[in-house]
């Protein structure tokens, strides 16, 4: 189970798979909306790839970030979370800072060279959060099942609209 000061161990991954799976369903009844209209591809059954819009002054600046959420810790860990060059669908320093959105706010900062880790999405629903041991309080501690990855997606989502600052890079490499 989560705890502050305490990294993610991998969970068993049928566990994994079926939480996914369950809380998939879960979500996607909660937006509304079919797995094909809701415009997100599996990598793999651990690996789930979300296309997401940053906003600024209430106007879409495009084109899409793509989230990539990686659930080989979850439930009891939040999934991993980075955004990703839609065409590699990985996360290369500096070459793909064009597609990591500056977030920055009181609950949630991207960074796009943190040592010892490269990007993270700093908040307390991502896995990277606990990877570098950062400090949290109990309350916001991932507490599964109370909190899904829709906790993440809702908080990553909020923050592309709230306190999207533009890319950390002004073209793509």
């Known amino acids: 189970m989560a705890a502050k000061g305490q990294k993610p161990v991998l969970a068993n991954p049928m566990l994994a798979r079926a939480a996914f799976e369950h ?15 809701s415009g997100w ?4 059954e651990l690996t789930l790839l979300i296309p997401l819009t940053g906003y600024r002054n209430q106007v879409a600046d495009g084109p899409a970030f793509l989230l990539k959420l990686d659930f080989r810790h979850y439930p009891e860990w939040p999934p991993g979370a980075q955004f990703v060059n839609p065409t590699t669908n990985t996360y ?6 064009f597609w990591l959105p500056r977030l920055e706010s009181d609950e949630i900062r991207t960074h796009e060279n943190h040592p010892n880790i490269g990007q993270l999405i700093c908040s307390s ?8 041991l950062h400090d949290v309080d109990d309350k916001y501690v991932w507490k599964h099942p109370k909190q899904t990855f829709a906790a993440t997606l809702n908080t990553i989502e909020g923050a592309l609209t709230e306190c999207y600052n533009g890319r950390f890079s002004p073209k793509p490499s």
């Open 41 to 44: 591809t599996r990598l793999d």
């Open 125 to 132: 629903v991502t896995r990277e959060f606990y990877e570098i």
């Open 23 to 37: 809380d998939l369903i879960v979500v996607l009844g909660g937006r509304r909306v079919t797995w094909g209209e």
């Open 92 to 97: 290369t320093f500096p070459a793909d800072r």
